[in-house]
C-alpha cells in the first residue's frame, strides 16, 4: 500500500469465539494488528486463481509433489513442461524420499495458459498434490529478461 493511498474505516462483526480463533491465528502469524490481517486476506481472495479473469496476465507458481516410480510420469512432466515453455520461468525439483519429489515450476503469462498446464499436471496418475498460485504481473514486461539488471 503506498503512502499516499487513502484508509477507508468499516465495522466487521464477528462472533465472540471466531475473533478468538482469529485473533490467536494473526497472532501467530505475527500480526500487530486485525487491519493488516484482513487486507493480506482480501488481497489472497482477490488473488485466488479461480476469481480472476482467464486473459489476465499473471506471474506465480505451481507447486508439485509427486511419485516418481509412477510410469512414464516423469517424462511426461517434462514433456508438459516443454509444450509449455513460453509460460515457464524457472523450475526448482527437490527429492523429498525414495519415492516422492517436489517440484516448483515458476511461471507467468495468461491465466488461461497456466490453468491449462496446471490441469493437465493435477490429472495424472501419481501427482499427489499440485497447486496453482498467482499474483498480477505487469502486462508491458512479458517478454522473458524484458527488464535491465544494473
Given at each position: 500500500m503506498s503512502?499516499?493511498?487513502?484508509?477507508?474505516?468499516?465495522?466487521?462483526s464477528f462472533p465472540e469465539a471466531l475473533i478468538e480463533q482469529?485473533?490467536?491465528?494473526?497472532?501467530?502469524?505475527?500480526?500487530?494488528?486485525?487491519?493488516?490481517?484482513?487486507?493480506?486476506?482480501?488481497?489472497?481472495?482477490?488473488?485466488?486463481?479461480?476469481?480472476?479473469?482467464?486473459d489476465e496476465i499473471v506471474a506465480g507458481t505451481i507447486v508439485l509433489v509427486y511419485d516418481h516410480h509412477i510410469q512414464d510420469l516423469p517424462n511426461f512432466l517434462t514433456e508438459a513442461q516443454h509444450q509449455f515453455h513460453h509460460h515457464i520461468i524457472s523450475t526448482m525439483h527437490v527429492h523429498l524420499n525414495h519415492s516422492q519429489c517436489l517440484e516448483v515450476i515458476v511461471v507467468r503469462g495468461k491465466l488461461s495458459g497456466?490453468?491449462?498446464?496446471?490441469?493437465?499436471?493435477?490429472?495424472?496418475?501419481?501427482?499427489?498434490?499440485?497447486?496453482?498460485?498467482?499474483?498480477?504481473?505487469?502486462?508491458?514486461?512479458?517478454?522473458?529478461?524484458?527488464?535491465?539488471?544494473?
Open positions: 503512502e499516499k493511498e487513502e484508509l477507508i474505516r468499516f465495522g466487521v482469529f485473533d490467536r491465528y494473526i497472532a501467530g502469524q505475527g500480526y500487530t494488528n486485525r487491519s493488516e490481517a484482513i487486507r493480506d486476506l482480501a488481497r489472497k481472495a482477490i488473488l485466488d486463481p479461480e476469481q480472476l479473469r482467464a497456466l490453468r491449462a498446464l496446471h490441469q493437465r499436471i493435477q490429472v495424472q496418475k501419481g501427482v499427489n498434490y499440485a497447486e496453482l498460485s498467482v499474483t498480477y504481473a505487469d502486462e508491458q514486461d512479458t517478454a522473458p529478461h524484458a527488464h535491465v539488471h544494473p
